[in-house]
């Protein structure tokens, strides 16, 4: 007879057969239950037991069968137990799911009425499959571009809302993995000359039951409940397995073109909600394993993310999820990295953040994730950590975008911080020996303001939400130009384009790694709603037919730019007369060509600052930012090749020639001028 294994988790294909395997410390029992096409319901329940693993050999399985698990064992939601053998689970290490949920008192393992009472409501007719894929695919010729940080430029954008109204994308894959494939999306991407696609959530995810009431959709995808599956509504091929195929061909495609592929992943939390949430997978297996609960009073779960429950990264169970879903799309998917939504929970083991939290050993020495890119959301609902994660990390860097919105804001006194964010934030960084590809900068993401938006919009306007306008960031540090909305007026147009033009600018010009949302390039808007996270229609989708042109050839300009002038990518930090004999220097001046002194820096009338970069052997360039009001006259420092040009302006009529000694820029506007090697 062949014994079954206990390790790996879910299914695995053994000399015997298809193995299933499943960790719980609390259940009584294990049942794996397949589904034949007419709906029958077979059960096998896993006899065998090694530690807290039941396993066994499942006799009907094969490629295609559509699965879930029952776990029998104590109902104490007190104790915080809660397991319930009348609900289907889903299998936490599923590699493919089928269909959705229908919401309603078969999905909860309580009693909606009497939280405290077991609902005994067979949940098989509501719930969603689970499906054995076949894990062959053809990679031949497939290499991870591993674009060193300080070559990358991220695009953070939507499997869905980037191809949905593509008009060269075939309507028959719009919004889908093998749209975002096609030959029209990569081109797009090369021609504007990212390096780095990252993707919203597209982990499997749950279509939340409160917006469904309301018609609305969960668009962004923060509510995971697969860690292994791709999700099945971006499959052109269907939900039936396919959709692994397809997304693995997406990366090799994407690869092909030189492009990376970093997923924006959600292990913070899952779609199970608190006490009174549903129960779908892991609150039926095993919460205290899975779920942090609140110490003396287990019926409740601590919650640092908001959503009602935090994964419990102190216990091995649930951190052993997440080390082997990060391998399984690094060595199954190929995927180039990771954008770890609210990090900062995953560094919480006994309720504080800790840079030497397991989950962050865990990563450090692990060699599967070693070649990857590692970028952390430094916070959570109960604190700002940027800063604090080891080497070998990328930060997204709130304070850059905070920093840059302001002092194109023409806020006072703000130029100290503004220098500090172009030059890589060494005062965030610089102390614990990182270097400013710790920092991922950006002005705008997905969750506030397109920039568009931000330069159109003083208020936000999420009507569309069914929330009043009372969900969403209410300080955007945003403005409208001198009207909100859509205008005619040209006088506003005008200052509006420049001023996103300032944006980009400082972003693509600054050290560190940039991230721009994507559709920016195109002045993609969303109407002021800056917390779309609901709307999976044309609020959110791009916009290709009323696409911006000219924004689009000025930021491709500067990527282009950006990606061939090393003097724009210091990978040290090295500034100051101190440096000067360094491969890379920047230097920090006044208007007037002199350095700042102490109290320059908190000049509440001061808005104008100029930088200078240099590397060995190459191109230098001055960039010279104006905030204020009116127009400044620059002296421009002397060029440490050949005579200044033009090589960029927010003013259209900015003009340069000759040797130039002096130069004026205009209200609000950016100069950057290069001297070639």
Same mark, same amino acid.
């Not at 309580?110 to 062959?136: K, L, Q, V």
């Not at 304070?399 to 006194?413: E, I």
């Not at 920039?451 to 919009?457: N, P, S």
């Given at each position: ?7 790996? =988790? ?27 096409? /007419? ?15 039941? +396993? ?6 094969? !490629? ?52 405290? /009472? ?17 894990? #062959?695919?053809?990679?031949? @010729?497939? !290499? ?32 889908? %993995? ?18 780095? !696609? ?41 939900? *039936? ?25 959600? %292990? ?45 990264? #102190? ?12 391998? %399984? ?57 940027? @800063? ?16 840059? &919105? ?54 936000? +306007?999420?009507?569309?939400? @069914? ?28 200052? &509006?384009? &420049? ?27 969303? *109407? ?7 709307? /999976? ?25 950006? &990606?061939?002038?090393?003097? =724009? ?25 002199? *350095? ?20 060995? *052997?190459?191109?230098?360039?001055? =960039? ?16 440490? +090749? ?30 950057? =001028?290069?001297?070639?090697?």
């Amino acid at each position: 007879m062949t014994r079954s294994l206990p390790y790996p =988790l879910g299914f695995s294909v053994i000399d015997g057969g298809y193995n299933f395997a499943l960790s719980s410390e609390t259940a009584d029992a294990v049942y794996v239950c397949t589904f034949d096409e /007419d709906g029958t319901e077979t059960r096998t329940r896993l006899e065998e037991r090694t530690g807290h693993v039941f +396993h066994g050999l499942v006799d009907d399985a094969r !490629v295609g069968t559509r699965y879930g698990i029952r776990v029998d064992g104590p109902w104490e939601p007190a104790a915080g137990l809660r397991h319930n053998v009348a609900k289907l689970l889903l299998d936490p290490h599923a590699t493919a799911i089928e269909g959705g949920y229908d919401w309603g008192q078969a999905v909860f393992g309580h009693d909606m009425n009497e939280p405290e /009472d077991r609902d005994d409501t067979d949940s098989a007719d509501a719930t969603p499959r689970c499906i054995i894929t076949d894990p #062959s695919f053809d990679w031949s @010729g497939d !290499v991870a571009p591993r674009t060193p940080l300080a070559e990358t430029v991220v695009y953070e954008t939507h499997v869905k809302g980037f191809t949905q109204l593509h008009p060269d994308v075939p309507e028959d894959i719009r919004g889908t %993995y093998a749209g975002l494939a096609h030959p029209a999306a990569i081109k797009h991407f090369t021609d504007l000359g990212v390096t780095a !696609v990252e993707l919203l959530p597209v982990q499997q995810f749950v279509q939340d039951s409160h917006l469904e009431e309301k018609d609305l959709r969960n668009y962004w995808g923060y509510n995971s409940i697969g860690f292994f599956a791709p999700h099945n509504e971006y499959a052109a091929a269907g939900d *039936g397995g396919g959709q692994v195929a397809e997304f693995k061909q997406m990366v090799k495609d994407l690869h092909a073109a030189g492009l990376e592929v970093i997923l924006d992943v959600v %292990y913070n939390h899952t779609a199970e909600g608190n006490h009174m949430g549903p129960t779908l997978s892991f609150k039926g297996i095993d919460n205290a394993a899975y779920y942090r609960l609140v110490e003396g009073d287990e019926g409740n779960y601590f919650d640092t993310t908001g959503t009602g429950n935090s994964l419990n990264v #102190s216990h091995p169970t649930a951190l052993g999820l997440i080390m082997n879903s990060l391998r %399984y799309w690094v060595t199954e998917m190929r995927v180039d990295g990771f954008r770890f939504d609210l990090a900062t929970t995953l560094t919480r083991q006994g309720g504080d953040a800790e840079i030497h939290s397991a989950f962050l050993t865990l990563i450090q020495q692990d060699p599967v994730l070693a070649p990857v890119k590692m970028i952390a959301e430094p916070w959570d609902t109960a604190g700002y950590q940027v @800063g604090g994660f080891p080497a070998g990390w990328s930060e997204w860097n709130g304070k850059f975008r905070d920093d840059v &919105r302001d002092f194109w804001n023409s806020t006072d006194a703000v130029l100290g911080t503004l220098a500090q964010r172009v030059l890589g934030s060494p005062d965030v960084y610089e102390a614990s020996r990182r270097s400013p590809v710790s920092s991922v900068n950006f002005i705008t993401a997905h969750d506030g303001f397109t920039l568009a938006d931000l330069t159109a919009y003083a208020e936000k +306007h999420n009507e569309a939400n @069914g929330e009043d306008n009372n969900d969403g960031e209410s300080d955007n540090k945003s403005t409208n130009g001198g009207a909100e909305g859509a205008t005619d007026d040209e006088a506003i147009v005008e200052r &509006r384009d &420049r001023k996103r033009r300032n944006l980009l600018a400082t972003l693509l010009l600054s050290a560190g790694v940039p991230m721009m949302l994507g559709g920016d390039e195109i002045g993609r808007s969303q *109407g002021g709603n800056n917390n779309a996270y609901c709307q /999976d229609n044309e609020i959110s989708w791009f916009d290709w037919e009323n696409a911006d042109h000219d924004l689009l050839a000025f930021t491709t300009s500067l990527i282009e730019l950006r &990606r061939s002038s090393p003097a =724009l990518r210091p990978t040290w930090f090295r500034h100051g007369p101190e440096s000067a004999e360094s491969v890379h220097t920047v230097r920090v001046l006044r208007a007037d060509n002199e *350095g700042f002194a102490d109290e320059d820096w908190e000049n509440p009338d001061a808005r104008s600052i100029a930088f200078v970069f240099e590397h060995e *052997g190459a191109d230098a360039f001055a =960039l010279l930012l104006n905030a204020a009001d009116n127009g400044v006259e620059f002296t421009v420092p002397a060029a440490p +090749h050949a005579e200044w040009e033009l090589a960029a302006s927010s003013d259209a009529d900015q003009t340069v020639e000759g040797d130039v000694t002096t130069l004026i820029v205009r209200d609000e506007s950016f100069t950057l =001028l290069r001297s070639r090697a």
